[in-house]
Structures are given as structure tokens and as C-alpha cells.
């Protein structure tokens, strides 16, 4: 039985799959911020590449991966998957656990999957300079790489925690020509009003998502590109879950558990739509489909299903989805890039419609099953993947209570090799592990916006 498979070059998927062909109910409409009224197209002209646009309408069930992206994809793709040997070993458990590896890309996690592919659309329509927002920093560096590929600028608003903590994300950044700026900043209206209301704020997604939209509304040679909760991003993801599905058919084995850790949802919809499409047609009729969250942020498995704002100052449009409330700021955990107050609007309808479950775990416990995941396996994973790996060793170590031999796949989503002073916490012991904050979410959720569905 192979412990590594590498699949050749010619074998990058050629299409990604689209979920929404598939699923028995779509997500609700989503609303214009300003109007109320249902989105059409070209609301999202103003800020989104057209190609970007028509994939996040569609219903087509694959979309042609463009040739020029597919040529980018081949600098680190296909990625492997691999066995977790060791660390069953170490755990006891008659479970197979694998591991699909998507820090070999050059920024070092998933994301640049999706930044290749909107960076070449913008491109297509002859936008210079692109906006976005970033937590921990891997979104950012994956934009800043492909921007870079295509000769366009990139600014980028990164979470104010992440931005102090992970200062070589910022760093990376740079070199490969971005300019970075810790939000909130003082640059947009959105980023001058929450400093005002706290000018010690550690920031949020929600809060650098306002500043970057503001910023590509208000320029017109530069667009907005977001990488995450979409359902274009999660439709670029899907590279991961079908590559893994043709590793496993070499591999003789069928997928009991697919687990993936989910906080706007990309890397979580990327490993694991392909196998919601074999459940849905009941090729697989019984895989579980896990995502794990942070329980100081537990958009899926303690948020409201309903209509929301994806950013703070209530500018993007109003989406159905998890959320707990669009003026929440999370804790500063460790795991940046899941630290985002909603859910893709795809992820959370499947949830809804209980194709998906979902976990929440503390920080402490991650990083724990993370030190022993790199001591076993060799790979220090991120902090966002370490609550990847703790769901995975909670699914094995039930089965060594069981007894049954399960298949478990994870998602590792990226390296850890710019998070080490989160380790460092982690060993001193003053990583804190925070409460699920109850009565600050129900204030925010006390200010959704209303629409007419």
C-alpha cells in the first residue's frame, strides 16, 4: 500500500467541479447592501472580473480550467497525498489516516489555487491593481505571488492582530511587490470609523474586507478579489478534493471521513465538495464530511443561519449563510485566517441541509495534536490546519474505541513555517484559550439586516 501518491503533472484537473449543479437546494439569492433587492450581475460589475462573476451564477456542473492558470498550477500541483503512518502508530488506531499536503504551493497554503485564477481573470479585463483583505496572511501572500505573475499591483488590509504576530507574512508580501497595511487603517471612511469607535482594535476580516471593497469602489483601475466564503473561490478549491479522489482510487480505498478545518469555508469546500457530490449521488452514500472551527469563532456550529453582510461596515452584499453577526470581532486567536464572523453561503446550505457536520475545538488542544502531527509526520502544519488534525484525531481515536477501520482524509492546508510564534505561545503556556463570547454574539446578531426572501 502506497504511502505517498504523486500523481503526474498531465493529471491537474482540467475542470472544476461546481457544487451548485449538484446540490438539492441552493443558498438564498443574495441581496444588494444598498437596495435590499436580489443581485444581479452587474451589482458585482463594479468590483469583480466578469468571468469571476458568471462562475459565481452558475450552474454549469464543470467549468474549463483556462490553460494559462492550469500553467501556474503546474509550479506546485498536483499536491500529495499521503499516509499518516506514524502517527496512527502513535495514536493506536486501527484508522487509516491521509492527508492531502497544500503547502508545497509557493506561498506556502491552499489559497493560491483560487489567487492564480482571479488574478488572471482581472487581468482578462485590463484591471491594473487589485484590493483584498487578509487574516493571518496566507491569502495575502498567495495574491501577492500571482498578481505579481501577471504584472498587476496589489494592496492588501491584513488583520491588525495577524499583521503584529506574523510579521514575515507581511515580509513575503512585499517582495513580491505588495504594498501591506495593518487594518484598521486610517486610508478608507470604513477603516477611520471602527478606529474611532476603538483605536485599539486587533481588527477583523470583516473590518479589512470593508477597507479593500471601499478601496477597488472607489478606484476604477482596480477590482476587489476575495479569498474566501464565494462561491468562485470554493469552485477554484475544488483542484484539491478531485485530485485526492483519483490519489484514493489509486490508493484501493474509499473515503469514510473527510475533514477539513472551515472559516470562510475555501479550503473546507475545496477537499470536500467533491465527495459531497459522490453522497449526493450516492456513489458514497455514507461518507461523513467533517469541519472543524475555532470555538472562539463557531460560525457553523453556534451561528444563526440567516441573511448577513460579509463585512463590518455593511458593504458587501447580503448573503444567506452562518453567521454570528456582521459587526463581531473574534478573539485574536492564532488561526488568522479562521477567524471570520460568516460561512460560504455554499458550505453553510449543505450544513443547513445536513449533508456536512461540524466541530469546534480550543486552540491549546489544536496545537497540541499539532506538535505531535509534526513530530510523527515531520511537517509543522498552520494553526488553521491544526483544527484539521484534531477533528481527524478525534475521528481516529473513536475508531480505536470501536474498533473499526475507518478511512479518514484531511485537508492539510499549509505550513506553519511564518506562524512559529504562535508555537512559541503555545510551549511558554500563555496561549490563551478563549470562551465562546455568547452574549457579545447575541448583540451582533441583534443587528443582522432584514430581507424579504
Given amino acids: 500500500m502506497p504511502t505517498k501518491i504523486i500523481l503526474d503533472e498531465n493529471e491537474i484537473p482540467k475542470k472544476w467541479y461546481n457544487i451548485q449543479a449538484d446540490m438539492p437546494n441552493l443558498p438564498g439569492i443574495p441581496h444588494n447592501p444598498i437596495t435590499k433587492k436580489a443581485v444581479e450581475a452587474k451589482d458585482l460589475a463594479p468590483i469583480f472580473a466578469d468571468g469571476l462573476i458568471k462562475q459565481e451564477f452558475s450552474t454549469e456542473k464543470y467549468i474549463d480550467i483556462p490553460p494559462e492558470v492550469r500553467e501556474i498550477l503546474t509550479l506546485w500541483r498536483p499536491s500529495p497525498l499521503l499516509r499518516a503512518e506514524r502517527l496512527e502508530k502513535l495514536l493506536k488506531t486501527p ?161 469514510d471521513i473527510v475533514i ?35 470555538a472562539a469563532c463557531p460560525t457553523l456550529t453556534k451561528g444563526l443561519y440567516a441573511y448577513d453582510f460579509g463585512d463590518v461596515a455593511g458593504l458587501t452584499p447580503i448573503m444567506q449563510m452562518y453567521t454570528l453577526g456582521h459587526d463581531f470581532i473574534p478573539p485574536s486567536i492564532h488561526a488568522g485566517g479562521l477567524r471570520y464572523h460568516g460561512m460560504s453561503p455554499l458550505v453553510s446550505r449543505l450544513h443547513a441541509d445536513g449533508l456536512i457536520k461540524s466541530v469546534a475545538y480550543h486552540q491549546n488542544e489544536c496545537f497540541k495534536v499539532a506538535v505531535d502531527f509534526a513530530k510523527t509526520e515531520g511537517i509543522i502544519p498552520a494553526p488553521e490546519s491544526a483544527h484539521a488534525i484534531k477533528a481527524a484525531v478525534e475521528q481516529a481515536l473513536l475508531c480505536k474505541k470501536t474498533g473499526e477501520e475507518k478511512t479518514i482524509v484531511f485537508n492539510l492546508s499549509g505550513h506553519a513555517h511564518f506562524d512559529m510564534s504562535a508555537y512559541e505561545a503555545y510551549f511558554n503556556k500563555t496561549l490563551p484559550d478563549y470562551e465562546y463570547p455568547a452574549e457579545l454574539i447575541k448583540e451582533s446578531l441583534s443587528k443582522l439586516p432584514h430581507i424579504e426572501d
Fill in 95 to 255: 484508522a487509516k489516516i491521509y492527508y492531502k499536503y497544500e503547502g508545497q504551493s509557493p506561498s506556502g497554503s491552499h489559497k493560491t489555487n483560487t489567487s492564480v485564477a482571479q488574478a488572471y481573470y482581472n487581468k482578462e479585463d485590463g484591471i491594473e491593481r487589485i484590493a483584498t483583505e487578509t487574516g493571518a496572511g496566507q491569502w495575502g501572500s498567495a495574491l501577492s505571488f500571482a498578481t505579481q505573475f501577471f504584472g498587476m499591483e496589489c494592496t492588501i488590509y491584513m488583520v491588525r492582530g495577524s499583521y503584529e504576530q506574523k510579521p514575515y507574512r507581511k515580509m513575503m508580501m512585499q517582495t513580491w511587490g505588495a504594498k501591506c497595511y495593518p487594518s484598521p487603517t486610517t486610508m478608507t471612511n470604513s477603516g477611520r470609523e471602527i478606529l474611532k469607535r476603538d483605536p485599539n482594535t486587533s481588527g477583523s476580516l470583516g473590518i479589512a474586507i470593508s477597507e479593500a471593497v471601499e478601496d477597488a469602489a472607489t478606484h476604477e483601475n482596480t477590482n476587489y478579489a476575495l479569498g474566501s466564503v464565494l462561491n468562485h473561490v470554493c469552485l477554484h478549491q475544488t483542484v484539491i478534493g478531485l485530485e485526492a479522489r483519483k490519489q484514493l482510487d489509486i490508493a484501493e480505498e474509499t473515503a
Fill in 260 to 294: 477539513g478545518c472551515a472559516g470562510g469555508g475555501s479550503n473546507f469546500a475545496g477537499i470536500a465538495f467533491p465527495f459531497v457530490r459522490d453522497k449526493i449521488e450516492k456513489k458514497n452514500p455514507d461518507v461523513e464530511i467533517i469541519a472543524s472551527e475555532p
